[in-house]
C-alpha cells in the first residue's frame, strides 16, 4: 500500500481540524505537515493536540520548509491564502485539493493557470451528497425548464465569511448551464423593497446565516399548484473531510490539470 504524505493548511480552523482527524484514521495517509499562518498562537505545538491524539508534527508557518516532504497540500482556508499556498506549491510539484470558497473570477483564473504545472482538485463542496445533488439538480433543471421558478436557499454557521455559499454559487451554474442560461444575467441576490414581481428566468439565491449550522442547501422549484425541494443537509464536517482525502487519493497519478469533486466520484459525463 503507497502511503500518500498530507500537509494541511489553515489545520487549527474548523475544516483543518476535521481534516487532522481524518488523515488520523485513515491507513493510507499520513500527516507530513500542518500549517498555520504567521501569529497564530497554534505554532510550535503538536497538530495532534487540536485533536487529543499528539503526533509530533509541529504547527509552523513556513510553508517551503513544510513541502518537500509532502505529496498533496489540502487548503481550506481564504482565498488570499490559498493562492499564496499556491505559488510555493507550483515551483516544487506539490499537488493540491483547495476547499477554500469566496474567490473571485480572476483568483479562479490564477488557480486554473497554475493547474498547467501541477494537478489540482478545486472544488466548493467534497461531500459525495452534494456532488450526486449537482447532477440531480441538472436532470430536474432540464425537466422543469418552463413554469418553474427556482430559488436556492443556503443556511450556515455565523462565522461563515462568504456569501452566498461557495456550493449555493455552483448550483446556480450548474441550473443555469442546464437551462442555457449566463447565471451571471439571471442571478438576484436577495430582495429588499418594492422589488416588483419576480422576472421568469431568474435564479434567486437567499442566506442565512446561525448557531453551529455546518450547511443546508435547498433548491426549490415553484410551479403552478406544486413545489420541488431538492435539499441537502451537511451534519458534520467529516463529510467534506472524507471528500478532500478522497480527491488527494485522485491525485496520485496526475501531473497537472484543474479537476472537481465530479471527476473524483466518476461523475462527469
Ligand atoms: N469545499 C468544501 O467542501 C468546504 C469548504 N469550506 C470552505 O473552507 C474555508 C475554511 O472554512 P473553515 O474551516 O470553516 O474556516 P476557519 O476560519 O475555521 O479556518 C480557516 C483557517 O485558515 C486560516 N487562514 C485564514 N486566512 C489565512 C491566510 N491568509 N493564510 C493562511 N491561513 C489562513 C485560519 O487561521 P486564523 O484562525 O489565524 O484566521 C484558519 O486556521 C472556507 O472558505 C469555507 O467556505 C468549508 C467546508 C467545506
Ligand atoms: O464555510 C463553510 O462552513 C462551508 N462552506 C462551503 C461553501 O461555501 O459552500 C461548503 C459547506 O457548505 C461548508
Known amino acids: ?34 500549517l498555520e499562518r504567521t501569529g497564530s498562537p497554534y505554532l510550535k505545538k503538536d497538530a495532534g493536540e487540536l485533536i487529543g491524539s499528539p503526533c509530533n508534527i509541529a504547527i509552523i508557518d513556513d510553508i517551503a520548509a513544510a513541502l518537500p516532504g509532502s505529496d498533496v497540500l489540502i487548503d481550506f ?31 479562479k483564473e490564477d488557480l486554473k493557470a497554475a493547474s498547467k504545472d501541477i494537478a489540482i482538485v478545486f472544488a466548493p463542496n467534497m ?11 441538472e436532470v430536474a433543471a432540464k425537466a422543469l425548464n ?37 447565471l451571471s444575467e439571471v442571478a438576484v441576490y436577495g430582495r429588499e423593497g418594492n422589488t416588483g414581481e419576480r422576472a421568469p428566468a431568474t435564479i434567486g439565491f437567499a442566506t442565512v446565516r446561525g448557531g453551529d449550522i455546518v450547511g443546508d442547501h435547498t433548491v426549490l422549484f415553484a410551479g403552478t399548484g406544486e413545489r420541488i425541494e431538492i435539499s441537502h443537509k451537511a451534519g458534520s464536517r467529516a463529510t467534506f473531510a472524507e471528500g478532500a482525502l478522497r480527491a488527494a487519493r485522485f491525485l496520485a497519478d496526475k501531473q497537472s490539470g484543474l479537476f472537481n469533486m465530479q471527476d473524483v466520484l466518476g461523475l462527469r459525463e
Open 1 to 34: 500500500m503507497m502511503t500518500l504524505n498530507i500537509a494541511i493548511a489553515g489545520s487549527s480552523g474548523r475544516m483543518g481540524r476535521a481534516l487532522l482527524e481524518a488523515v488520523a484514521r485513515t491507513p493510507d495517509m499520513r500527516l507530513s505537515a500542518a
Open 77 to 107: 482556508t481564504r482565498p488570499e491564502g490559498t493562492l499564496a499556498h499556491l505559488a510555493v506549491c507550483r515551483p516544487l510539484g506539490v499537488k493540491m485539493v483547495i476547499g477554500t470558497t469566496g474567490f473571485s473570477a480572476q483568483q
Open 127 to 137: 461531500s459525495v451528497g452534494v456532488n450526486v445533488t449537482f447532477k440531480l439538480l
Open 146 to 182: 418552463e413554469g418553474y421558478d427556482i430559488e436556492i436557499i443556503e443556511a450556515h454557521h455565523r462565522h461563515k465569511i462568504d456569501a452566498p455559499s461557495g456550493t449555493a454559487l455552483h448550483m446556480g451554474e450548474v441550473i443555469a448551464k442546464a437551462l442555457g442560461r449566463n
